[in-house]
């Protein structure tokens, strides 16, 4: 059943991890290494099964893949789930035992941070492996950075549906007020956006509501409130069946990971006439912001961030090819990041050693 799944996508690499005194239990899923070693974060999550957690690895890892090349990384893809609850489970032994097996891969596999684990958490792992970014002192926290790329899609979601990318009264329905979700507000209540969150975290809200003078409703409303944008910033596959009739949106742009719960939900916003801007492509500000410290020996957050607001323009071009072909968003993103990993497949065939 695991190599059908492997197969399907033709995934490289799969490595289950467990050390009992730790009580360390891990998979780290490889998808593809043809631009360079793979690199996606370690996510920590209280999984309902453990075929639960090998799926979503494998999901993520490729969307790594895509997320790597259509931002012009010389990165693969790869990610990581360790099965636990981060408010209780964590360790300095676990994630030192973690960083061991990331260690023994030799460089296939570059870690970061994701949901459920933080700079402090990397900084155990890298007591074992240099195979890890995200580190205090160098690009820290993703967080601010995949904000900073959300915001700059957004306006170019506004460019593409309104022919503005003016946010002064747009109304933007945040789900998920955590780091990446408090660090987008902001950005939006700068801009003059009018706000409307929900998070399973009161705390979360009573923030948002104090600093941004945003409105809060109960988790299960935020699908259906009237606003401009829709902007999913928690866990994936929220776009589905139940939630699509829902939608009270123009456009749908934010920064959670694999929000089409299938492709053929992509199909149907399109069909709606929803915008909906790829979450690899307008989520990629958080591994550009990493990556830094994968191909520079001294990171530079001016930089970084020069990069991220690139976003804006591929986000630009992933409309042009969904225009030009009549095809959904997300299949113009992947046959935009499909056509690098392709070139540069092509490229490597030539041989430089006999």
Same mark, same amino acid.
């Given at each position: 059943?695991?190599?059908?799944?492997?197969?399907?996508?033709?995934?490289?690499?799969?490595?289950?991890?467990?050390?009992?005194?730790?009580?360390?239990?891990?998979?780290?899923?490889?998808?593809?290494?043809?631009?360079?070693?793979?690199?996606?974060?370690?996510?920590?999550?209280?999984?309902?099964?453990?075929?639960?957690?090998?799926?979503?690895?494998?999901?993520?890892?490729?969307?790594?893949?895509? #997320?790597? &090349?259509?931002?012009?990384? $010389?990165?693969?893809?790869? =990610?990581?789930?360790? %099965?636990?609850?981060? *408010?209780? /489970?964590?360790?300095?032994?676990?994630?030192?035992?973690?960083?061991?097996?990331?260690?023994?891969?030799?460089?296939?596999?570059?870690?970061?941070?994701?949901?459920?684990?933080?700079?402090?958490?990397?900084?155990?792992?890298?007591?074992?492996?240099?195979?890890?970014?995200?580190?205090?002192?160098?690009?820290?926290?993703?967080?601010?950075?995949?904000?900073?790329?959300?915001?700059?899609?957004?306006?170019?979601?506004?460019?593409?549906?309104?022919?503005?990318?003016?946010?002064?009264?747009?109304?933007?329905?945040?789900?998920?007020?955590?780091?990446?979700?408090?660090?987008?507000?902001?950005?939006?209540?700068?801009?003059?956006?009018?706000?409307?969150?929900?998070?399973?975290?009161?705390?979360?809200? #009573?923030? &948002?509501?104090?600093?941004? $003078?945003?409105?809060?409703? =109960?988790?299960?409303? %935020?699908?259906?409130? *009237?606003? /401009?944008?829709?902007?999913?910033?928690?866990?994936?596959?929220?776009?589905?069946?139940?939630?699509?009739?829902?939608?009270?949106?123009?456009?749908?742009?934010?920064?959670?990971?694999?929000?089409?719960?299938?492709?053929?939900?992509?199909?149907?916003?399109?069909?709606?006439?929803?915008?909906?801007?790829?979450?690899?492509?307008?989520?990629?500000?958080?591994?550009?912001?990493?990556?830094?410290?994968?191909?520079?020996?001294?990171?530079?957050?001016?930089?970084?961030?020069?990069?991220?607001?690139?976003?804006?323009?591929?986000?630009?071009?992933?409309?042009?090819?969904?225009?030009?072909?009549?095809?959904?968003?997300?299949?113009?993103?992947?046959?935009?990041?499909?056509?690098?990993?392709?070139?540069?497949?092509?490229?490597?065939?030539?041989?430089?050693?006999?």
């Amino acid at each position: 059943m695991v190599f059908e799944k492997m197969e399907r996508h033709d995934y490289e690499q799969l490595v289950f991890c467990q050390e009992k005194t730790s009580g360390l239990k891990a998979i780290i899923a490889i998808h593809d290494t043809t631009l360079g070693p793979a690199l996606g974060g370690t996510r920590m999550w209280t999984y309902k099964s453990e075929e639960d957690a090998v799926v979503d690895a494998l999901r993520l890892a490729r969307g790594m893949t895509y #997320k790597n &090349a259509a931002m012009g990384l $010389n990165l693969g893809g790869g =990610k990581a789930v360790i %099965i636990g609850n981060p *408010k209780t /489970d964590k360790s300095e032994e676990l994630f030192r035992a973690y960083g061991k097996f990331v260690d023994s891969l030799g460089g296939r596999y570059i870690t970061a941070e994701d949901v459920g684990t933080c700079v402090e958490d990397m900084e155990y792992i890298h007591y074992e492996t240099q195979n890890v970014v995200g580190l205090p002192g160098k690009s820290g926290d993703p967080s601010p950075a995949t904000a900073y790329g959300v915001f700059c899609g957004i306006k170019a979601c506004c460019q593409k549906a309104y022919g503005s990318e003016n946010l002064s009264d747009k109304i933007v329905a945040i789900q998920g007020i955590g780091h990446v979700g408090y660090c987008l507000a902001k950005h939006l209540h700068k801009a003059g956006a009018k706000l409307i969150v929900t998070d399973i975290f009161a705390e979360n809200i #009573k923030k &948002a509501v104090n600093d941004f $003078n945003a409105e809060a409703v =109960k988790p299960e409303e %935020i699908y259906s409130v *009237k606003c /401009d944008i829709f902007a999913p910033c928690a866990l994936g596959a929220i776009i589905n069946d139940e939630t699509i009739p829902k939608l009270n949106c123009d456009i749908i742009a934010g920064s959670a990971n694999n929000q089409l719960k299938e492709p053929k939900h992509g199909d149907v916003l399109k069909e709606k006439g929803i915008l909906y801007a790829p979450d690899y492509v307008i989520n990629g500000g958080g591994v550009i912001n990493v990556a830094e410290e994968v191909f520079y020996e001294t990171y530079s957050r001016e930089r970084a961030m020069r990069k991220i607001s690139k976003i804006y323009y591929k986000l630009l071009r992933v409309f042009e090819i969904s225009e030009q072909k009549n095809i959904p968003t997300h299949i113009a993103a992947n046959k935009m990041a499909e056509e690098r990993i392709n070139k540069i497949r092509k490229i490597c065939k030539i041989r430089t050693k006999f």
